[in-house]
């Protein structure tokens, strides 16, 4: 058994006590599905951390990262892998907003991850692809197609992109974006460090 998966082990109770305190947040805003889903993705991250002798509350940096990086190689689709992303990070986030956590681990998952999605850019071709938007695209093109890559937005967020989906915390030293999906659900984006970099370039101004 792969040491991602769920073994028959259980989640330390205090972090069980805060998931099913989010669980009980998601109902009636999410499908039953997908909070089971939810739940868990959420779990095998959790005994994954313990596994690791690591505190959810102070989780290092490149935590999640390693997490969906072993996913991937364990043999897990990139749609899933995107999904279990998207699910701890937004567990995490609220986390910290109920000040369980002070800090979310925010590095972006590895490319390598994704690559495996068929059409998709490698590390190499983003890095030209983003160097190339840098020098040859003004303002307001030059975020938005910064933004895109960086941040998996879909072509509609970007469009209805305004500076109040930006939402910060602990300074500016995390941002992340909050659209509202399919079915007025609200879709929480989290951003790289490099997306944070360009975002904060553009509202500030030359």
């Not at 969906?68 to 364990?74: D, G, L, P």
């Not at 983003?130 to 967020?157: F, I, N, S, W, Y």
């Amino acid at each position: 058994m792969s040491e991602t998966e769920a073994p028959d082990r259980t989640v330390d109770p205090r972090a069980r006590e805060w998931l099913d305190q989010y669980l009980v947040r998601l109902t009636g805003k999410r499908a039953a599905r997908t909070i089971i889903i939810y739940r868990e993705a959420i779990e095998r991250f959790l005994i994954w951390v313990d596994s690791r002798g690591l505190d959810v509350t102070s989780l290092p940096e490149r935590s999640l990262d390693e997490f969906i990086v072993a996913r991937s190689k364990a043999g897990l689709a990139v749609s899933s892998c995107q999904l279990e992303t998207s699910a701890i990070l937004i567990f995490l986030i609220f986390l910290r907003d109920s000040g369980h956590i002070t800090k979310t681990p925010l590095r972006p998952v590895f490319a390598r991850v994704m690559v495996r999605k068929k059409g998709a850019l490698s590390e190499q071709d983003l890095v030209r692809y983003l160097r190339a938007v840098d020098q040859l695209v003004k303002d307001p093109h030059r975020t938005m197609l910064m933004l895109l890559p960086l941040c998996g937005l879909r072509r509609q967020e970007m469009l209805d992109l305004r500076v109040e989906n930006v939402v910060f915390s602990n300074g500016t030293s995390e941002v992340s974006l909050r659209f509202k999906g399919k079915g007025d659900k609200e879709r929480i984006v989290p951003l790289s460090n490099q997306a944070v970099k360009h975002l904060l370039a553009y509202i500030r101004g030359p």
